[in-house]
Nanobody, 126 residues
């Protein structure tokens, strides 16, 4: 069974940066497309960024606007989310998730994700 553990969240000022990591155990990430989702209080969970199993195809939520980069290192069984130009509206719990998908596809359907991490809090505030 795939177990995902996020790290790297914290408190950052507006305009700052954070790098989230999600490390897997129990299985290899090579078999999965990977995504970052977030959930703010009172809101539904939404897709942030995802990356395909092969060839590095990525998707981003409209609100990302070029500020975030998702990457994966299958040798380290880890997926990353580099976030820059953070805004207070980015405050949320960030989750990583894994989905069995075709090699070049990834998506943001919550119910299609097979494994979830426990989440890491990101707070953007001055």
């Amino acid at each position: 069974q795939l177990l995902l553990v996020e790290s790297g969240g914290g408190l950052v000022q507006p305009g700052g940066s954070l790098r989230l990591s999600c490390t897997a155990s129990g299985s290899t990430l090579e078999n999965y497309s990977l995504g970052w989702f977030r959930q703010a209080p009172g809101k539904e969970r939404e897709g942030v960024s995802c990356i395909s199993r092969r060839y590095g195809h990525t998707k981003h939520g409209d609100f990302v606007k070029g500020r975030f980069t998702i990457s994966r290192d299958d040798a380290k069984n880890t997926v990353y989310l580099q976030m820059t130009s953070l805004e207070p509206e980015d405050t949320a719990i960030y989750y990583c998730a894994a989905e069995t998908a075709p090699f070049t596809w990834c998506g943001f359907v919550v119910d299609d994700q097979e494994s979830w991490g426990q989440g890491t809090q990101v707070t953007v505030s001055s």
